[in-house]
């Protein structure tokens, strides 16, 4: 139990409530945790729940009843996400970050834990309110923006691989077809990975026609699980909607164009901020 004048009590409040999202924690948790009356504890989460309001970090949600308490759902404001994005589109733009394929390099920004955290509270303001078990990618580059999601959500990451892996144990394994190549590939993920009927958020880095992503929702049926949302950082805007493979989906920004010989690179947010806010 620690005794803490209420400015230090609301500052470690805060801070306990940030790394729980989406957790229900009992006013009781707070009162025996400081040594106060529910009461206190209560006018205390009103405060933090106004700045989390106004400053556009989420909503403090209040459950009543014996085994109520407060949740806090991380969230990201239109204006705030839309800024973010727009910067992001900016450095995207930079003429060497094209490759081959018309893909564009994105891992050293993806490397960076605060950038990947606000594009991870972002998907979660996208994809809240849905009943969600999991967050799906595959390997490779989908990986730390998985787990940025996973941390807002609160939700366990499972990764599909390309290769199945012996430490992986028995796993199911299919054939999918690239949307943009047209070439064949595989993909696998352990049995021990996903319980059936999981309900699953399929987050990836880059998507052009949608056929890797297609390939984990044909994944998800061996284990009779729901795709609860697709999200993508970047998609490929220069793919004809009769070649797309996938069209109900979250993207955060768009690549417009890309032109090899002259290096000129255009990025717009994505279809997210085409939505009412």
């Known amino acids: ?31 025996e945790r400081y040594g106060a009356a529910k009461s206190s504890i209560s006018e205390d989460l009103a405060i933090i729940k106004e700045v989390f309001e106004d400053e556009g970090m989420g909503d403090l949600q209040t459950l009543a009843g014996a085994a109520g308490g407060v949740k806090f759902m991380p969230k990201m404001s239109y204006e705030r996400s839309l800024s973010f994005i727009q910067n992001l589109c900016e450095l995207l733009e930079q003429p060497d970050r094209i490759l081959p394929g018309g893909y564009l390099y994105m891992s050293d920004l993806l490397g960076q834990p605060a950038t990947t955290n606000e594009i991870g509270k972002i998907m979660a303001t996208a994809f809240a309110g849905r009943d969600i078990d999991v967050v799906m990618t595959v390997e490779t580059k989908g990986i730390p923006l998985a787990y940025a999601v996973g941390s807002q959500l609160n939700l366990p990451v499972v990764l599909v691989r390309r290769d199945h892996q012996v430490t992986e144990g028995s796993a199911v394994s299919i054939n999918y077809v690239s949307g943009s190549h047209k070439s064949l590939h595989t993909m696998s993920l352990s049995r021990r990975a996903l319980p059936e009927k999981s309900r699953v958020l399929i987050v990836d880095d880059f998507m052009k026609a949608g056929g890797t992503v297609q390939g984990m929702i044909d994944l998800l049926k061996e284990f009779n699980a729901e795709v609860a949302g697709v999200g993508v950082l970047v998609e490929s805007g220069e793919v004809d909607s009769e070649e797309r493979l996938l069209h109900d989906y979250v993207s955060l920004a768009t690549l417009t164009a890309v032109d090899p010989k002259t290096k000129q690179i255009s990025v717009a947010p994505g279809n997210y901020f085409n939505r009412s806010e």
């Open 1 to 31: 139990m620690k005794k803490l004048k209420r400015s230090a009590r609301l500052v470690e409040m805060t801070q306990y409530l940030l790394s729980r999202p989406h957790t229900l924690i009992p006013l009781t948790t707070f009162a």
